[in-house]
């Protein structure tokens, strides 16, 4: 099965500065990847996603690439703010189907003001 | 447009004890996952149902029953609970076959078993 492993697991910045969460997948097959940022005591939230015929998006401060050889994908958050401060997970999944995605453990994002 | 609701939103239960999370969806979506999270571990799949009907095991079952109701609800039953199921509980939903996979979480169920 697909294996997902995410780093760092804590990461803190200075407000301002760039943030950068990576992810790698096992499976090939995988052609979806979103990343979910999870605010404390919420549920995860859906904040951007990327196919595999795709090797950047960006929305706003955040973007996201895919390196599909090296089974890569990278979350970029530019001039962060404190109200970015939470736990992202990245996933990486099959689209269509049961549609069972693969979550990273997660990094806890701090950003001091 | 409420998402995905989930009641209780904290419990406490005593060894042994039964009860039943609840979770409901007004997007007309068709799958619908039970995901369990403890620190450290990330999000691990409980049961889910791709369909209105269908249920199906994921990576932590045991311990645990679902039913989907109807398509818009599909309830968690612990019918033993035990210490080692404490942790917080979400509800996801999801349309397959959309140009969309992203799932809308619930806001989570806080359970503690002593």
Redesign the interface.
Known sequence: GENVEQHP?TLSVQEGDSAVIKCTYSDSASN?F?W?KQEL??????II?IRSNVGEKKDQRIAVTLNKTAKHFSLHITETQPEDSAVY?CAA?I???????T????TSLIVHP | NAGVTQTPKFQVLKTGQSMTLQCAQDMNHNSMYWYRQDPGMGLRLIYYSASEGTTDKGEVPNGYNVSRLNKREFSLRLESAAPSQTSVYFCASITTGSSNYGYTFGSGTRLTVV
């Open positions: 697991s979806y979103p979910y005591g919420k549920g995860p939230q859906l996603d997970f999944s689209s269509g189907g049961s549609y069972i995605p979550f990273g453990r997660g």
